[in-house]
């Protein structure tokens, strides 16, 4: 798994664990949640993500520094102010969020599997990579902003 890390784009491992919830869900159910509680749990969890996803670009952007997480090598410098000052991997978050949105709007009675297992592989192919470079880049200032701020919430 090694040869993975930082290789794929985390938007197209959220795309694989997507697909997956709509797969798991039932078809009858994802039908009516429009009409159901879940529709409406399921958009704020979207908007939300949103929101802090673009949060996030922006502070990424007025810093002048990459938002590519597949080349941490190219980080200007941390960002550790607003939404970064509550939590290490706010995209992450945003990701995390929306599949959670998807799940809950299908319907997915398995889909509840897969949000643990996206967390799970994108620490391991990404988060876990990058905080690897990012302690060799910025050492003991990187190892700082890691005690102090979770990686998730």
């Known amino acids: 798994?090694?040869?993975?890390e930082l290789k794929l784009p985390p938007p197209v491992i959220f795309l694989f664990f997507v697909v997956g919830a709509w797969l798991v869900s039932a078809p009858n159910e994802a039908r009516a949640a429009l009409w159901s509680p879940r529709w409406g749990i399921a958009v704020v969890l979207v908007v939300l993500g949103f929101l802090l996803a673009r949060m996030a670009m922006v502070g990424f952007r007025r810093a002048g520094t990459t938002v590519d997480p597949r080349r941490p090598e190219r980080s200007?410098?941390?960002?550790?102010?607003?939404v970064f000052s509550r939590t290490?991997?706010?995209?992450?978050?945003a990701l995390l969020l929306w599949?959670?949105?998807w799940s809950v709007y299908w319907g997915a009675t398995f889909g509840w599997l897969l949000p643990p297992l996206f967390v799970a592989v994108i620490q391991?192919?990404?988060?876990?990579p990058e905080e690897r470079m990012l302690l060799?880049?910025?050492?003991?200032?990187?190892?700082?902003?890691m005690s102090s701020v979770r990686r998730w919430l």
Do not use: C, H, K
Not at 124 to 128: D, G, H, S, Y
């Open 99 to 101: 599949l959670v949105g």
């Open 136 to 145: 060799q880049m910025f050492g003991e200032e990187y190892r700082a902003y």
């Open 1 to 4: 798994m090694t040869s993975l």
């Open 88 to 93: 290490r991997n706010p995209m992450y978050l």
């Open 124 to 128: 391991r192919l990404q988060i876990v």
């Open 76 to 82: 200007s410098r941390l960002v550790t102010d607003g």
